[in-house]
């Protein structure tokens, strides 16, 4: 599975770390940044080129990460296809792709330990959406909106 990952400075350290560990598992991981630790980077600047791969299918699910994870989440949500959410427990790591076929996971780097993020991310990847009808009619109506402006 293509798998990308970005963060901010807030994530830098975890995104590491994750990158590491999901290649160690056989993942074929795109990084895009931070590629140093610079405190005054922005988290839209990595996350919105990963955020529009992911609705152009070139990656089949993300990662992003930032000091809380919700400027990433907020950011990713904006671009058209991409289903984006904080994620901070297990059942919502699954649940998510499942039922509202989340592409993305964002984590915050200041607030969520590395055992657990991999945990987290390990449930998320390992995670199909259900395709059940009424999954797919609510999904229908998010996706209405992104042709509208309200
Ligand atoms: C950066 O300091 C921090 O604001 C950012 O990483 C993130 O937490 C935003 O949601």
């Known amino acids: 599975m293509k798998v990308g990952i970005a963060a901010d400075h807030g994530g830098y350290e975890l995104k590491e770390i994750i990158s590491t560990f999901l290649k160690s598992l056989g993942y074929d991981v795109k990084d895009y940044g931070a590629y140093e630790l610079n405190t005054k980077d922005d988290y839209p600047d990595f996350v919105i080129p990963l955020a529009r791969d992911i609705a152009l299918q070139e990656i089949e699910k993300g990662i992003a990460i930032c000091g809380s994870g919700v400027g990433a989440s907020v950011a990713a949500n904006k671009v058209a296809g991409v289903r984006a ?10 649940q998510g792709v499942e039922d509202d ?11 969520t330990g590395f055992m657990a993020a991999e945990e987290l991310i390990i449930s998320f990847l390992h995670a199909k959406f259900t395709g059940a009808e009424r999954h797919k ?5 998010v996706e209405d909106l992104e042709t509208r402006n309200n």
Do not use: T
């Open 137 to 141: 009619r609510r999904l229908k109506k």
């Open 85 to 94: 959410a904080l994620i901070n427990d297990h059942f919502s790591a699954h």
């Open 101 to 111: 076929d989340m592409n993305m996971i964002c984590l915050g780097g200041r607030v």
